[in-house]
């Protein structure tokens, strides 16, 4: 399996690696044989991970750090550069919505929106991307995005905008950066975390109108993320992957008889 990734030896960054999607992630990283630095903005959680993936024989380092701040950003690949080797995979896994609608938003939670859902992946692309270039390595990177930034996003616009703005950040990476660095992004749709669980008349709605009928897992987004960094996705870039249980291929108006 590992030769079939192609991921043993590597060196991964995942940042938002304390929790859910993220922990998942670093967890499926280092179980196909990467080293991963798991970062976190609070150090306990991304040590708590770490510390789980290193009892299980997997090499992996703690780093805290907040993927809004460049100099953070910056040390953290020299962190990981200096114990784990040089960075050959970066995963984003970040993501805090902010609900208003968009007449009673703040300027503050528009900035907000853009800086934790948007800056939090350009700051620690770009510092990835430097150091694979200068180094003269080729390279994956990965970032979680939303459906809610490839349709209307009611009463959270400025999360939603942020996150289109990912998508199409993405396509201008892979485009700036092939064909040295790959980069892609994973559109979750609703996924149960441990900050994240859905009420049951949310569950209802979901076993009612999505194909699946229930809400993806927070491993479904981590086995995602692992393929889009793995050889299989060798001929992949710049595009943004819908996890979503086919929450984009509904049709809304859809009746349980079809029309006369």
Partial sequence: MDDLLGLNNKTAMVWGGGAGM??????????????????DRELAPAERVAAALREQGCSARAIEADATVEAEVDAAVAATEAH????????????????STLLDMTDEQWQDAHRLNLTSFFLPARAAARSMVQ?????AIVSVASVSGLTSAPNHGGYGAAKAG??????????EWGPAIRVNAIAPGAIATPRVQMPPAALEVMKQRFPLGRPGSTDEIAKTALFLLSDLASYITGHTLPV???WTSTFLMNAAEPAN
């Fill in 22 to 39: 993220g922990e998942a992630t670093a967890t499926r990283l280092a179980q196909a044989g990467c080293r991963v630095a798991v970062i």
């Fill in 84 to 99: 784990l080797g040089s960075v050959d995979l970066m995963a984003t896994v970040i993501g805090i919505g902010v609900w």
């Fill in 135 to 139: 180094g003269g390595r080729t390279g």
């Fill in 166 to 175: 990912l998508v199409n950040l993405v396509r201008t990476m892979a485009v």
């Fill in 244 to 246: 979503d249980g086919g």
